[in-house]
């Protein structure tokens, strides 16, 4: 049944996603983490992008812009600079956070934006009915690529961490309670976050399964150092010759984005109207 | 007096420089000034200009005659000989060439000047400068002081160094006894004046309407708008960024946008096209953004730093879908300030994307204004934002609530208890995603509606120059006013003609009614535009059914000369000044440095040796 949008909580619409989609598991671990962390609608900016993920945007309520495919990561950067005390995250697919938006994707590390890009990675194209994703892997056969994809399939964690983000981790859509901490940690985060999150797609991709997943992902344990970007590194490339590794691969501490520019020493639309003009005339006479 | 002062040399050697230099002096000094800048797509070695006219009056164009040529190489004379009169002078170096047609020749030895005083190459133009002053009767002290405020940061010994070499030039033209001008004699008033370009007005005025948000991706001729604002961050506290590519650039200023503050971005044709996608969000999503659009000729790369009026059609017209937005052409650096101020007025109280055009001519070309005018108009300004609120008492929260207007309250986030989303969809007045056929007509209507309340609320109609009963009028748009007013001066002076016109810079959109009115029958109507498909001419006949027979068009990448026109209503020439030398006519300067010799020798034996392969 379709539920009216709350005033107060997260919740929106009804998700009119396909029963059993990973989109489901993902949304309640991004509204548990938010609700543990003590936020609500009203600290939070959303940037959504298009896709089945993107449509999120009308299940969750927050200060949000849903925007052009491929583009949210950009939208974000801009809504951070102009008000940093709001929390910002983006929610987007693999085709428009590594594909369409790739390039925004690896400036975005590069300028350690204080954000949360959270990746649905389903390794396929939902919405326009089943086309191959850059995350997919080679040779996988969808309605575009009808004898096999040709390209190697992107590797997202290793491109944040050699980019320069600082909070680099993978989550998987059958396991909720560790989705939820790591989406915590990664909102916690003070600079560039990405939260790739397996998730099968019930309808288009016959490959990538639930039970796929379960016997092709593991969780990384106390063993493995999240500051060593050396074994970060290692981990991040796992996951295309044997399992994928869940959990934080890389966090590290640096100076973000907006801490670097001094004049945000409060949030930039809080910031009074400059009018000392004879400053700027003197320079012309 | 109109004095047309023109120093060209090889690029790389400070000519730009020299020209805001020697205009700056001028304008201390009591006289008004218009200059213009030509350069090639390279950082070395090909043919920059500037050309500097000096008036007792306000100018505001160029003219053909050089009246005094500043030759740094041959080259200069070889290009721009056929703008000589046997009255012009002409400052060479004898060491190099001898000028060959009737003219007044005054010798600077630059060659052993930079031998004796073992300077650069890039250190002649303020030997140039000196050289020049001295001829134009001017103040040295004037140029002096203005070394010291460039230099100041770079220590007292580089002051004295460039100070000395600008005497070097002025004494040397002394030392000749050559008798000097008064072109440059100083006035007794001289009200403070600023010398700028179409950008750096942009530049001032963003700064003055609180534009808190600047991104772009350097492209000629918008570039300077960029490092001027970056320069200036500390002071204004501006947030200046050069993104990844235009697509950021636009959007990253949207999400500050939504997020309350006033943003802009700038860019050219090629940045614009990519950035069209993101208008179209701006559009649905109802989010204010003032674009700069410096237009050089294209398509594509076409030619980066010449002039046209080439995207016009492209401007009002870009972005998928339907959706209003407001296109202005300021006609010269004064109004680039006032439809500056506006256009931020514009894009908060119509929730839409506002874009400024203007040809690389006016962005790139200095003129003079008040010093006080500029003051006045920065202090009696102070941000209209509309129906931008930081809290709303509305609940629930409507962000597209229909309005009559068609402008709905705009929260700015962080009010607590209230949420919603700039939505790339069709939405509802809760900003909620629609697919309902009602809900979707409501919202068109909604937002088409902001025209018809700009063309009643904030729209000007074109302005009239001239005597009102002219029987030939030039129509124009943007950055050639200031061409065509040279233009009606010269015929009214030299050949007792009256003719007027009308200059639009509220381009897009056109209130049709209100427009038909300046239209007169029996009157001889000339559309002048820096493009070939005439444009304005076409826009003209789509909203207001004007239509206009007569045009004069010039696509080469050059602006119009003000004595072109004028030959064009005179009947004598449709094209006059097609006699500039082809390249291939032009001597190649010699290599100065040495290393530029040695290029040239290794260069020279690598085309040998393809030769004989």
Same mark, same amino acid.
């Given at each position: 049944?379709?539920?009216?949008p709350t005033q107060t909580g997260f919740d929106a619409y ?12 993902i949304r309640i671990g991004i509204k548990t983490a938010f609700t543990q962390l003590g936020l609500d609608p009203s600290k939070i900016f959303m940037a959504f992008d298009i896709?089945?993920s993107g449509n999120m945007n009308d299940f969750f309520n927050a200060y949000a812009m849903h925007t052009l495919?491929g583009r949210a990561v950009t939208n974000a950067v801009g809504m951070k600079i102009a008000n940093h005390d709001l929390t910002t995250i983006v929610i987007g697919g693999?085709?428009g956070i590594?594909?369409?938006g790739?390039n925004h994707f690896l400036h975005a590390c590069r300028g350690n934006h204080d954000i949360t890009v959270i990746v649905h ?39 944040a961490i050699?980019q320069g983000a600082t909070f680099v981790a993978?989550g ?7 989705l939820i901490a790591i989406i915590k940690e990664g909102v916690k985060h003070k600079g560039f976050s990405l939260i790739n999150v ?28 999240p500051t ?20 934080i691969?890389y966090q590290s501490s640096k100076k973000t984005f907006h801490e670097e520019l001094p004049q945000l020493d409060k949030p930039l639309y809080q910031k009074g109207r400059f009018t000392d ?9 | ?34 200059? @213009? ?78 031998? #004796? ?49 600008? #005497? ?19 006035? =007794? ?17 963003t700064v003055g309407a609180d534009c808190k948000y600047y991104a772009a @991706? ?8 960029l490092?001027?604002l970056a320069a200036w961050q500390d002071q204004t506290q501006m947030v200046v960024r050069h993104s990844e590519d235009?697509i950021a650039v636009i959007n990253s200023a949207l999400g500050a946008s939504f997020a309350g503050v006033r943003s802009s971005v700038g ?11 993101a208008?179209?969000y701006a559009?649905i999503a109802e989010i204010p953004i003032v674009v ?49 101020? *506006?256009?931020f007025d514009?894009a908060d109280n119509y929730q839409t994307p ?5 040809? #690389? ?19 009696? @300004?102070s941000p209209n934002r509309g129906r931008i609120v930081s809290s709303t008492t509305q609940s629930p929260y409507l962000r597209y609530k ?5 402008v709905s309250e705009m929260l700015i986030p962080g009010q607590k208890g209230v949420f919603f989303q700039a939505n790339s969809y069709?939405h509802?007045e809760d900003s909620h995603t ?28 074109? *302005? ?60 001889? @109507? ?51 000044? =097609? ?35």
């Open positions: 049944m379709q539920t009216q009804t998700p009119t996603w396909c029963p059993g989609c990973g989109d489901w598991a896709g089945c495919h693999d085709g590594y594909g369409e790739g990675d389903n390794m396929v194209y939902g919405l326009t009915k089943g086309q191959v994703a850059p995350t997919a892997s080679k040779g996988y056969k969808s309605s575009s690529t009808p004898s096999g994809i040709i390209e190697q399939p992107v590797n997202p964690l290793a491109l050699t993978q998987f859509a059958g396991d909720t309670p560790g397996l998730q099968p797609c019930v309808t288009f991709n016959k490959v990538n399964t639930y039970h796929y997943y379960l016997e092709h992902t593991y969780k990384l344990d106390k063993s493995h150092d060593n970007l050396k074994s970060a590194l290692e981990k991040s490339v796992e996951g295309f010759t044997d399992k994928f590794p869940l959990g691969l003009f004879d400053l700027l005339i003197e320079r012309f006479m | 007096m109109k004095y047309n002062w023109k120093i060209g040399g090889e690029a790389g050697y400070g000519i730009m420089t020299t020209g805001t230099v020697i205009s700056k002096i001028a304008t201390r000094s009591g006289y008004h000034i218009f200059s @213009y800048f030509e350069y090639p797509s390279l950082i070395r070695g090909g043919h920059n200009t500037v050309e500097v006219v000096f008036s007792d009056e306000e100018i505001t164009a160029s003219k053909w005659h050089v009246d005094m040529l500043v030759c740094l190489n041959k080259a200069t004379y070889d290009l721009h000989k056929h703008r000589l009169t046997s009255n012009s002078i002409v400052m060479y170096d004898p060491d190099i060439f001898q000028p060959d047609i009737e003219c007044k020749k005054v010798p600077l030895p630059l060659k052993k000047i930079k031998e #004796k005083q073992e300077i650069h190459q890039q250190m002649l133009n303020t030997v140039a400068v000196g050289g020049s002053i001295s001829m134009l009767g001017g103040d040295i002290a004037i140029f002096e002081d203005i070394l010291k405020h460039q230099f100041a940061r770079k220590g007292q010994e580089v002051v004295d160094f460039n100070v000395r070499l600008a #005497k070097v030039g002025f004494d040397q033209i002394k030392a000749d006894n050559v008798t000097p001008l008064s072109i440059l004699s100083k006035k =007794n008033e001289t009200p403070e004046k600023m010398v700028l370009t179409g950008n750096d007005a942009y530049s001032i005025a @991706y350097p492209m000629t001729p918008s570039s300077s708008i490092m001027s235009e860019t050219s044709g090629g940045g614009f096209a990519l950035m069209v996608e208008l179209s559009g700069f659009l410096g237009m050089r000729p294209g398509p594509a790369t076409g030619m980066p730093t010449w002039t046209e009026q080439g995207d016009l059609l492209f401007a009002t017209q870009a972005g998928h879908g339907e959706f209003p937005k407001i296109v202005l052409a300021p006609g010269d650096v004064s109004e680039m300030i006032e439809l500056t101020l *506006k256009a514009l506002v874009i400024i055009v203007a040809d #690389k001519f006016l962005c790139e070309s200095f003129k003079d204004l008040f010093k006080d005018d500029v003051d006045k108009t920065l202090k009696d @300004y229909i309005e009559e207007t068609g069709e509802i629609t697919e309902d056929s009602e809900a979707r007509k409501k919202q068109v209507e909604k937002r088409n509606k902001k025209w018809n309340t700009y063309l009643k609320t904030h729209f000007d109609g074109p *302005k009239y120059y001239g005597d009102k009963l002219a029987d030939t009028v030039f129509v124009t748009w943007g950055g050639v006013k200031g061409i065509v007013q040279e233009a009606q001066k010269i015929l009214s002076r030299e050949h007792n003609k009256n003719v007027g016109l009308l200059h639009f810079n509220h381009v897009y959109p056109l209130d049709e009614e209100l427009i038909k009115s300046f239209f007169k029958d029996n009157v001889r @109507y000339i559309l002048v535009e820096n493009n070939s498909h005439a444009q304005f001419g076409q826009l003209l006949r789509m909203q207001t059914g004007v239509n206009l027979n007569e045009k004069v068009l010039k696509y080469d990448g050059r602006p119009f000369w003000p004595e072109e026109l004028v030959k064009y209503v005179n009947g004598e020439s449709k094209q006059i000044h =097609n006699d500039v030398p082809k390249s291939e006519d032009v001597e190649k300067p010699e290599a100065t440095s040495d290393l530029e010799k040695r290029q040239d020798e290794l260069l020279n034996k690598l085309a040998a040796k393809m030769a004989t392969a």
